[in-house]
C-alpha cells in the first residue's frame, strides 16, 4: 500500500481529484492493453510475410498472447488483492511493455509466440486491477460509468494503433510497431505517483488486521498481532478462487460471468483481429483506407461504451446489456452482407458501438458480485477464462473464412450473444448497491 495517510471513505466518495487520478491510472494502464493488442492485429500481414506463416499460425498468435493473459490475470488479480491495486498495476505494466518491445527482434514463429505470450501474461493483469481500482474509487450510482471510462482507455489505446500503424509500417516495418510499445514502461512510474489505494480496499486490509490482532491476543495473551501474522491471515490464493464458487448462488453468478466474458471476448477479438485484414485486402481498400475504416469502427466501440456506462447506471445493468446484445445481433448481421465501402464506413461504427459497447459494463458488474477481499483476483479469474475462450475467435475466424469467407464467418457471430442475452437472467441486479 502507499506510504502516505490514506484518505477516510468519506473523503474519498466525495474528493473528484482523487476519483480523476484513480480513473486515469486505471484507463491508461487498460489503454496500453488495447494499443499492444491491436498492433499486432496490423502487423500480421508483414509477420505472414516475414515468418512465411499460414493464416492459421498468424491468427495463434493473437490466441497465444490472450492465454498468457489467463495466467496474468489470476496470478496479479490475487497479488493486487493482497498488495494493492495502484502497486500491482505497475508491475503489470512493465512485464507487458518489455516484452512486447522484444517482439520486435522476434526471428520465428516460435521466439514470437514466446514473446507474446509473456507480453500476455503482463496484460492479463489490467482489465481487473483497473476495473476493481475504479468501481471502489466512486460512489456508487457512478460505477458503471467509471468502469466504462476504464473501457474507454481500452479503446483509446485501440484507437492509437489504428491511426499510427499504417505510417509506422509504411516508413520503418511492423518491427517498428512494437519498439513502439517499450515506451509504456515509462507510464508505469506516472500511473502510481500521488495515487493512493481506494479506501474500500484499505478498510478490508484494516479489517483483517484488526481480526487478526484480537486473534493473537486471545491465543497468546497479547494485544500485538504482528505485520507478518496479519499477512499470514489475509486470504490465501486458494482461499480466494474458492470463494467464485462458494455455494449454489456463486456458481451460478460466476458461470454467468464466464458466459459474458466469453461471448464479449470473442465477439471483439472475431471482429478486430481481421477487420484490417479483411478491409484492405478482400474489401480491396488498401493499408491506408483499411486503417481508416477500421479506426473509424474503434471510434463507434468508444462511442457505445460512454452510453453503455450512462444507460447502465440510470436504467441498470440488466436492460442495458440487453439492449447492448439485441443491437449486437443485429449490427453485425448486417455488416457482414456490406459491400460498398460508405456502407462499410458508417456500418463499422454501429457495429462497434454495439458489439464492444458492453465492456466497460463488465467492469461493473463483476466487482458488484465479489466481496472486495477477492474482488481483483475475480475481476481476472472470470474476464481472463473469457478472454481465453474468446481469444480462439481470431483461429476459428481464420479457419471459416478459409472455407467460406470472411463475410460468411463475420455473419456467425450474432449467434453468440444469443447465449448471452440469456445468460443475463443468472445475475442479480445490483445497481446503486454499496460493495461488499
Known sequence: MSAA?????????????????ALFAAAVGYGLDGFDLLILSFALGGIISTFGLSDVEAGSLSTITLFGAVLGGIVFGSLADRYGRVRVLTWTVLIFAVFTGLSAIAQGYWDMAAYRF????????????????????VPAVQRARATSWVGVGFQIGVFAAAIVSAPVIAVWGWR?????????????????RGVEEPDKFVQSQRGHAATV???????????????????????????????LV????????????????????????????????YLSEKMDLGVTKGSLWTAVTVIGMLAGILIFGQVADRLGRRPAFLIFQAGAIVSILVYSQMTDPTALLIGGFFMGAFANGMLGGHGALLAEMYPTQVR????????????????LAPVVIALLADSFGFAFALALLPTIYIVQFLAMFLLPEKRGADLE
Open 213 to 243: 490482532s484480537v486473534d493473537s491476543a486471545e491465543s497468546a495473551g497479547s494485544a500485538s498481532g504482528g505485520g507478518a501474522e496479519i499477512a499470514a491471515e489475509l486470504p490465501t490464493f486458494g482461499a480466494k478462487i474458492r470463494a
Open 176 to 192: 517498428a510497431l512494437f519498439v513502439i510499445g517499450l515506451f509504456p514502461a515509462i507510464f508505469a512510474f506516472v500511473i502510481r
Open 376 to 391: 481483483a483476483t475475480a475481476q481476472n479469474v472470470v474476464f481472463n477464462i473469457g478472454r481465453a475462450l474468446g481469444g
Open 118 to 137: 509473456i507480453a500476455g501474461v503482463g496484460i492479463g493483469g489490467e482489465f481487473g486491477i483497473g476495473m476493481a481500482l475504479a468501481a471502489e474509487a
Open 246 to 277: 462458494k455455494d449454489k448462488a456463486t456458481v451460478k453468478i460466476t458461470f454467468a460471468l464466464i458466459i459474458l466474458s466469453t461471448v464479449q471476448n470473442f465477439g471483439y477479438f472475431g471482429i478486430i483481429a481481421w477487420l484490417p485484414n
Open 5 to 21: 495517510t490514506p484518505k477516510t471513505s468519506a473523503d474519498t466518495t466525495s474528493a473528484p481529484a482523487y476519483r480523476r487520478k
